[in-house]
């Protein structure tokens, strides 16, 4: 598998401390079926994160991992604020895209609602990154306008869903957006978002399973993350039908 969103650099952001912590979720990622892991700490006005500080660490913890023999490979990233993203230049907002190629993983405001979510993505569309909105399923405006989703992937954005919200881990109302965004094909990526390896950890394959999207899990969680990187079309959707179940228990 390989994590388009995974905040494993240490002492960058509200990721891992210090390089134990970073060594610990690699080899968490490892046992759980990842081998690559994009880095992609904030970059919001709470952590200025830079590209320069995103290479350089990405470069420490691969020798690192090399040293320690955990097979995993780390790729530089970013998961830039809409908020902050919008008073980037073009050739600042090329600097955080993942790995190297054309796509930002971008995140819209969490806890507050913001009319404006659709003309900033514009904006930052209209500076040469294809966008990759981060969990919109945990985002407010995406609550409040149910169809905004629909509206940014027909404008050319992609979206993350993180594995555990499927799950359940960060309530029903999010959990259920995330849902219903799989199931009406608006979402291209599964991934961890993990920020250390025991809480909010790796893990893709088994958290699809129990979500009962075993059948997208080769999809979001290898073959759209390996185009993305490549810069290559994303390959079609297979087919796939929502479980009767879980149908009868959105009517709840
Ligand atoms: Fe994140």
């Known amino acids: 598998m390989i994590d388009l969103h995974c905040h494993i650099l240490p002492g960058v952001d509200d990721g891992p401390a210090d390089l134990e912590g970073s060594l610990a979720m690699a080899r968490e990622h490892v046992a759980r079926g990842t081998r690559t892991v994009i880095a992609t700490p904030h970059v919001s006005w709470d952590y200025p994160t830079t590209a320069d500080e995103i290479t350089t660490g990405v470069a420490a913890l691969n020798a690192a991992l090399r040293e320690e023999g955990i097979e995993l490979e780390v790729l530089a990233g970013a998961e830039v604020a809409l ?26 405001p969490i806890s507050v609602d913001s009319p ?18 981060a969990h919109p399923e945990r985002c407010a405006s995406f609550h409040t306008d149910p169809d905004l989703l629909a509206r940014l992937v027909a404008g050319g954005c992609r979206a993350q869903v993180t594995a555990n919200a499927l799950t359940g881990f960060f309530g029903r109302t999010v ?16 991934s961890s978002d993990s920020h250390d390896a025991t809480h909010r950890s790796p893990g893709l394959i088994h958290e699809m399973e129990e979500a009962g999207y075993a059948p997208l899990t080769e999809w979001m969680g290898e073959q759209v993350p390996r185009s993305m990187l490549a810069g290559i079309p994303i390959p079609p959707r297979p087919p796939f039908q929502p479980a009767p179940e879980r149908r009868r228990w959105f009517r709840r």
Request: glycine share 14%; charged share 20%; net charge positive.
């Open 83 to 108: 908020t902050r993203a919008v008073d980037l230049t073009a050739k600042q907002l090329a600097g955080f895209r993942l790995g190297d190629g054309p796509w930002l993983l971008l995140e819209a």
């Open 116 to 133: 404006g979510v659709e003309g900033l993505v514009g904006i930052v569309q209209s500076r040469g990154v294809r966008v990759l909105l």
């Open 175 to 190: 959990q259920a957006s995330a849902r219903r965004y799989v199931d009406a094909g608006l979402v291209h990526v599964v």
